[in-house]
């Protein structure tokens, strides 16, 4: 069971805007930024977002992240073939001494 | 480029020891903090152990804490993870990853390739 609750799966067709949501509480993305990884099949994972919307030099503005309370969201706008992969938000956490925690990971799927 | 090679990972038996390593290229090395992360086949990511840029703060997941410790040799550029009291449940491939700070709630900004580790008799 993950801190951090992402939905398993998430789909979309090309061109199509997804969106993949991220809970958690206020030891976590209450009160720490949250960033989000991409993974494709058989590679290490990437960062896509930190800071809750910030994306590094090279990451296409078709991605974009945000942050209300203690959820957060990353939105993939026009979406394309390449981006099926498994997504997965992560945050500092302040409880038990501090500590990283992971969501359990969306799997999103290009029809 | 910032490149993390990471190393030993094999085959262990249950109750058994191993360390892994991770070479460090192409930054400043003791300006940052380091993690490991591992992924269990066909799992997701799991946060394992995080180490400041001097080795002085270390934290660790509670699945790990008490056999894992983290540490890091700044003189050789290397960070390291010894692991006792191996369990099938530790059966992953090992992430070397790079922090975006030199302390500890900042992000992981650089990831290895992993090193696999098989905890099986």
């Known amino acids: 069971q993950s801190v951090l609750t992402q939905p398993p799966s998430a789909s979309g067709t090309p061109g199509q805007r997804v969106t993949i949501s991220c809970s958690g509480s206020?030891?976590?993305?209450?009160?720490?930024?949250v960033n989000w990884y991409q993974q494709l099949p058989g590679t290490a994972p990437k960062l896509l977002i930190y800071?809750?919307?910030q994306r590094p030099s090279g990451v296409p503005d078709r991605f974009s992240g945000s942050k209300s309370g203690t959820s957060a969201s990353l939105a993939i706008s026009g979406l394309q073939s390449e981006d099926e992969a498994d997504y997965y938000c992560?945050?500092?956490?302040?409880?038990?001494?501090?500590?990283?925690?992971f969501g359990g990971g969306t799997k999103l799927t290009v029809l | 480029e910032v490149q993390l090679v990471e190393s030993g990972g094999v085959v262990v038996q249950p109750g058994g020891s191993l360390r892994l390593s991770c070479a460090a290229s192409?930054?400043?090395?003791?300006?940052?903090?380091m993690h490991w992360v591992r992924q269990a086949p066909g799992k997701g990511l799991e946060w394992v152990s995080l180490?400041?840029?001097?080795?002085?703060?270390?934290y660790y997941a509670d699945s790990v804490k008490g056999r894992f410790t983290i540490s890091r040799d700044n003189s050789k550029n290397s960070l390291y993870l010894q692991m006792n009291s191996l369990r099938a449940e530790d059966t992953a491939l090992y992430y070397c990853?790079?922090?975006?700070?030199?302390?500890?709630?900042?992000?992981?900004?650089?990831w290895g390739q992993g090193t696999l580790v098989t905890v099986s008799s």
């Open positions: 990853a790079k922090d975006a700070n030199y302390g500890s709630g900042s992000y992981v900004d650089y």
């Open positions: 192409g930054f400043t090395f003791d300006d940052y903090a």
């Open positions: 180490i400041s840029w001097d080795g002085g703060s270390t």
């Open positions: 206020s030891s976590n993305i209450g009160s720490n930024t």
């Open positions: 800071s809750n919307n």
């Open positions: 992560a945050a500092w956490d302040d409880s038990l001494n501090g500590r990283w925690v």
